[in-house]
């Protein structure tokens, strides 16, 4: 069983950063596939950023101000936030396909808000 805890969510101020970290924890695995997703107030869950390999694709609205990236000695996701927006308030969930098991895994979700 694999296991998700998101942390680094939190205030920031509209043109501010910030950094989430999704670290995975359970029996011996690596990560192939990551995403990032995220859902604001009165609207579906979407697709952030997806990272396969060495490929990583952004939603365009975060395209250029956003990056996703992994540890893999750590087991741990980031999405690197930049130039935040108000837009960008929502909640952030991660996802992490792991193939010896065949099962994808969901992030509890993390609160960012972006106000002045």
């Known amino acids: 069983q694999v296991q998700l805890v998101e942390s680094g969510g939190g205030l920031v101020q509209p043109g501010g950063s910030l950094r989430l970290s999704c670290a995975a924890s359970?029996?011996?695995?690596?990560?192939?596939?990551m995403a990032w997703y995220r859902q604001a107030p009165g609207k579906e869950r979407g697709l952030v950023a997806l990272k396969t390999g060495n490929d990583a694709q952004y939603e365009n609205s975060v395209k250029g101000r956003f990056t996703i990236s992994k540890d893999n000695a750590k087991n741990t996701v980031y999405l690197q936030m930049n130039a935040l927006k108000l837009e960008d308030t929502a909640v952030y969930y991660c996802?992490?396909?792991?193939?010896?098991?065949?099962?994808?895994?969901w992030g509890q979700g993390i609160q960012v808000t972006v106000s002045s």
């Open positions: 996802r992490i396909w792991v193939s010896s098991t065949g099962m994808d895994y």
């Open positions: 359970g029996s011996d695995f690596s990560i192939n596939v």
